[in-house]
């Protein structure tokens, strides 16, 4: 019986990548394209980058394994980040939690004040402070432009990205993360 349980357990590990993928076309296919422009991707390992947080402290995206993660490269002199950065507030207030993150990571090259000043300025409340003061991070996700969003499964693996602002809070992104979360 412990054999057949294994065996049972490596196909649905081998199965899994697939799985997600069928997942993410069947709600990709009932999405306006106009609405979210998500790009399903490889599922290959998210390049390993390190950042401060609020603190000062430093992290990495090794910091959030076990968690789904939307991490969203911006910066604070970017207008279509300014529009979207609301909507991550409010996505993070209504996903975050032990399976899931919100990364908000700031590209600008200045001091972490003017990223606070940001946030007071534009009302966010749900979203921790994520800083690549050396904006490194853009280049070694390759991120054509400002703003640039991974979305990243439980094992650091990404899933898809979407290229430019969203309504992150909206029906249909809340379904595609949601069947994320759920693999």
């Known amino acids: 019986m412990p054999t057949q349980l294994n065996a049972a357990s490596t196909t649905l590990g081998k199965l899994r990548p697939f799985l997600l993928g069928v997942a993410i076309l069947v709600v990709g ?29 430093e992290r990495s995206l090794a ?5 789904v993660v939307v991490l969203n490269l911006w910066a604070t002199w970017c207008a279509p980040c300014r529009k979207e950065m609301p909507s991550l507030d409010r ?37 921790a402070i994520y800083h690549d003061k050396t904006a490194k991070a853009g ?36 379904s595609l993360l949601n069947a994320v979360i759920e693999q």
Request: glycine residues 12%; negative net charge.
């Open 29 to 57: 296919t009932v999405l306006p394209a106009q609405a979210f422009n998500f790009v399903a991707t490889d599922g290959g390992p998210v390049p390993e980058i390190s950042f401060l947080d609020a603190e000062g402290n």
């Open 139 to 174: 280049r070694s996700l390759r991120a054509p432009g400002l703003p640039t969003t991974l979305i990243i499964d439980r094992n650091g693996q990404e899933v898809g990205r979407v290229l430019g602002d969203a309504e992150w809070d909206g029906e249909d992104v809340v």
């Open 91 to 127: 996505l993070e207030a209504a996903l975050g939690s032990d399976d899931f993150e919100v990364v908000a990571l700031a590209v600008d090259r200045g001091q972490r004040g003017k990223i606070e000043s940001f946030y007071q300025e534009v009302g966010i409340e749900n979203l």
């Open 63 to 67: 910091d959030f394994q076990g968690r």
